[in-house]
């Protein structure tokens, strides 16, 4: 069993139920259901802040620490595409590099400390990432993003080096996308698309690549947040974010392991109570499969049975490929169903319905 926001979870098909919009076999937080403040018998949080991540996905300023125009270097194109979609998104775009006066034509700072102002968003492209993210945060930088491997996905040695940078934000306030991630949160989204949208998350970047293809469909994304090696900011965190936002249909998950299972529950649940469906590829039933997450983003898949009961009881919908996550994402992205409000015998009947196997979208 599993300590979670309402109770226990538990791997007993017959006992794992949908209980997270309001569904339990007693009182949830004194009667009612949890709030800002409330804590279980063991003192952690029964409500999951939501992350403000405005700022990451339309930043204002958009600082490339290892921004290149030469011909040839890999840093060259990731530059390039980092351009566009500041351009797309009205940031200002800040090109670091230390012997450089400009990069495609842009005024090119030699450090972070000589940067003209707090940036909302850097992207690192150097080799070892820590002394730069450390200089970020001292420089009050809102956000990071980390591409290098060769972290927690190596052994014993990655994973030493990827504490140091968690604990280097962790000091600051700053928040740090990856290590180990890649350009997929940069993509250019389809804007001439309507309904409401697909929000994607993934650990293993290029798996999100069926989804993503769904616009060719005419069915609208809205963001792609690829978490990488998840040194800080996590899976939890985009769902709870995702949850709130308003063009948010659905949210599709490609996950490889859980940093944290209980900031999942309690993600799943805020999405569960906003009438946002989750569906999720979780890889690790088998033993290769468990090899092969660890080995990529270093993620501990955890017992199957155990992660297979505790999405059910939330609300998740597991489906077993990326063919299953873009039909169904796609499904409940343009059938979404009602929010559940009123009691939560209202929410509960909710969460029961979108989780049945006969389950049909509403007409009105």
């Known amino acids: 069993m599993l300590g979670s926001t309402h109770g226990t979870l538990t791997t007993d098909s017959r006992r794992a139920r949908a209980i997270a919009c309001g569904e339990r076999s007693g009182p949830a937080v004194h009667g009612r259901p949890a709030q800002v403040g409330d804590l279980d018998v063991s003192g952690r949080p029964l409500h999951a802040d939501v992350p403000d991540l405005d700022r990451f996905f339309r930043p204002r300023s958009v600082a490339v620490i290892g921004a290149s125009d030469a011909e040839g270097r890999p840093n060259t194109g990731i530059t390039r595409q980092l351009a566009d979609w500041a351009e797309r998104v009205g940031a200002r775009l800040l090109p670091v590099h230390p012997s450089r006066p400009s990069v495609f034509g842009i005024p090119c700072s030699p450090s972070v400390a000589d940067l003209p102002e707090q940036v909302d968003l850097a992207v690192v492209l ?32 990655g994973a030493v080096a990827q504490r140091q940078l968690a604990a280097a934000v962790e000091r600051s306030g700053m928040r740090l996308l990856g290590p180990n991630t890649n350009l997929n949160a940069f993509e250019r989204f389809r804007d001439d698309l309507e309904g409401p949208a697909i929000a994607l998350i993934t650990q293993s970047g290029h798996q999100g690549r069926p989804v993503f293809a769904l616009q060719e469909l005419g069915i609208r994304l809205s963001h792609w947040a690829p978490t990488g090696n998840e040194a800080d900011l996590e899976t939890a965190d985009f769902l709870s974010y995702f949850a709130e936002r308003p063009e948010v249909g659905a949210i599709a998950c490609y996950l490889e392991g859980l940093k944290d299972g209980r900031a999942f529950l309690l993600a799943a649940d805020r999405a569960a109570r906003r009438g946002v469906p989750v569906v999720a590829v979780k890889v690790g039933r088998t033993e290769t499969g468990a090899r092969t997450a660890a080995s990529h983003t270093g993620k501990l898949t955890g017992a199957d049975a155990v992660v297979d009961a505790a999405l059910r009881q939330y609300g998740v919908i597991r489906v077993n490929g990326l063919d299953e996550l873009q039909d169904t994402a796609a499904l409940l992205a343009r059938a979404r169903p009602r929010a559940p409000t009123g009691s939560s015998s209202t929410r509960s009947r909710a969460a029961r319905a979108r989780t049945s196997p006969t389950w049909r979208p509403r007409r009105d």
């Open 126 to 157: 150097v080799g070892d990432p820590l002394p730069v993210v450390e200089e970020l945060a001292e420089a009050k930088a809102h956000f990071a993003v980390v591409f290098a491997s060769g972290f927690a996905e190596t052994g014993e040695d």
